[in-house]
């Protein structure tokens, strides 16, 4: 059996040591014991294109709620006191110390090696979170209209809401909890309403500076109830400021029928696409979650970067718990115990000891993130799943050009060996079984 030991992130103060028992009523949770008959703080916007857009009303709302509850003394520790760099080299890699997320708490047994997991009532979710840590519902009207805020709104008793909560141990300023219809405890993975309904929020937000981020199980998220995260860098991420090529894709000047560009990274330490523009945000919400879900159902994990007011979506499958369980990946690395989700691969990396922020480096930035990244030939491989998935259709030429350049690299492969080293074996999208995590 193998394991692996991961330092746990707290993100609500009621995961806790010791809440084994139901929290039942009397809590004031987000549970259907109280939810249901409480009254929370409604943000709602228009999902209707020809709305009027006010610029940065949600942003001013989100920062007073949880600036709010930073001066209540919720959150675990201050992280506007951690340390923070750019780190030099040309990627501009973002490096901060955040000693107080190294928290000792009894381990939890989590699977690794499974990308789609049941939801299970009985380890912590967020209906088990106090209604302190909620910032607002956040709910769309169909009516052309403006968006609105009410201080206290009664809970729709015909569906469940969508709530944002804070992250008790934030890893940023305004680093919030995005979580999709809380009461119907939906698992961790992605569907097209769940999406769009984060690409509305970043829409919402107006601010380039906001990022939403989604981490799939088995690509270190930790907690198995769907949600996203996001928060506030008045920086480009390195992932923002990398270079892209085009693939050129059958339809109109080379993009889908719908109007969505597809790009792959180039540059960059993990390999990942990029999806951009389309018609409507339900287009891009579309494509993307098409994608999501083929790689859920292929058992590979990945990760999600939403920048740009949601025009903008990186979609990044990643190898690195499997490579850890399968002890392929440094100790000096494993010692870092970065755990290189979303947030670590777009380039803002988040580290636990002192000496390792003291010596940050492009390489060893570099190094780290590397082992994240699938291979060039199983990334292919996963990118044509990826594409049939998604309705996607590459032109003649780009097919072509994919060809020459694969046999190109295959003219120098001699036995097992290329350029004196070892052909690196192709990557299976399956873990090995009896694999588990000790979070």
């Known amino acids: 059996m193998l394991t692996i030991k991961r330092v746990p992130t707290v993100v609500s103060n009621y995961q806790e040591e010791g809440l084994d028992e139901p929290i039942g009523c009397g809590r004031n949770c987000l549970g259907k014991c109280c939810l249901q008959v409480s009254k929370l703080p409604l943000y709602v916007f228009s999902s209707d294109p020809n709305s009027p857009k006010t610029d940065v009303f949600l942003s001013q709302i989100l920062l007073a709620q949880w600036e709010e509850r930073m001066e209540r003394g919720l959150f675990r520790y201050d992280v506007t006191a951690c340390e923070t760099k750019v780190i030099p080299g040309p990627q501009g890699f973002i490096a901060q110390?955040?000693?107080?997320?190294?928290?000792?708490?009894?381990?939890?047994?989590?699977?690794v090696d499974r990308v789609l997991q049941p939801f299970?009532?009985?380890?912590?979710?967020?209906?088990?979170?106090?209604?302190?840590?909620?910032?607002?519902?956040?709910?769309?009207?169909?009516?052309?209209?403006?968006?609105?805020?009410?201080?206290?709104?009664?809970?729709?008793?015909?569906?469940?809401?969508?709530?944002?909560?804070?992250?008790?141990s934030p890893i940023e300023y305004g680093h919030v909890l995005l979580i999709p219809r809380v009461l119907d405890c939906y698992p961790q993975q992605i569907d097209k309403e769940s999406l769009l309904l984060a690409l509305y929020m970043a829409a919402e937000a107006s601010s380039p500076y906001f990022r939403l981020g989604y981490n799939s199980?088995?690509?270190?998220?930790?907690?198995?109830?769907?949600?996203?995260?996001?928060?506030?860098?008045?920086?480009?991420?390195?992932?923002?400021?990398?270079p892209t090529e085009m693939i050129s894709l059958v339809g109109p000047a080379g993009v889908s029928e719908n109007g969505v560009k597809v790009s792959r990274l180039v540059n960059y330490p993990v390999r990942g696409l990029v999806f951009t523009e389309g018609k409507s945000i339900n287009d891009l919400a579309e494509v993307v979650a098409n994608a999501c879900i083929c790689l859920q159902e292929n058992n590979i994990p990945f990760n999600v970067l939403i920048s740009d007011c949601g025009r903008r979506i990186y979609l990044f499958p990643q190898c690195y718990a499997e490579k850890q369980a399968l002890g392929e990946v440094s100790q000096e690395i494993l010692d870092t115990q970065v755990n290189p989700a979303v947030w670590e691969i777009s380039g803002h990396i988040v580290l636990k000891r002192r000496n390792d922020y003291d010596e940050a480096s492009e390489g060893s930035a570099w190094r780290l993130l590397a082992e994240v990244s699938l291979s060039e030939e199983r990334f292919e491989e996963v990118?044509?799943?990826?594409?049939?998935?998604?309705?996607?259709?590459?032109?003649?030429?780009?097919?072509?050009?994919?060809?020459?350049?694969?046999?190109?690299?295959?003219?120098?492969?001699?036995?097992?060996?290329?350029?004196?080293?070892v052909v690196e074996p192709m990557l299976t999208s399956h873990f090995q079984e009896g694999c588990l995590v000790l979070q």
Request: hydrophobic share 40%; charged share 30%.
């Open 120 to 168: 299970d009532p009985a380890k912590f979710n967020f209906t088990k979170v106090g209604q302190e840590e909620v910032l607002f519902q956040f709910e769309n009207e169909d009516a052309v209209g403006n968006s609105y805020f009410l201080e206290r709104a009664a809970v729709d008793p015909t569906k469940a809401p969508n709530v944002l909560a804070i992250n008790v």
């Open 217 to 242: 199980l088995g690509a270190f998220a930790t907690i198995n109830h769907l949600h996203f995260q996001a928060y506030y860098m008045n920086v480009q991420f390195p992932v923002e400021k990398a």
């Open 97 to 111: 110390l955040n000693e107080g997320r190294h928290l000792k708490k009894r381990p939890t047994e989590f699977r």
């Open 383 to 421: 990118k044509v799943y990826i594409f049939d998935a998604a309705g996607l259709v590459k032109t003649k030429d780009e097919v072509t050009k994919a060809n020459e350049e694969k046999e190109e690299k295959e003219e120098k492969f001699e036995g097992n060996v290329v350029e004196g080293n």
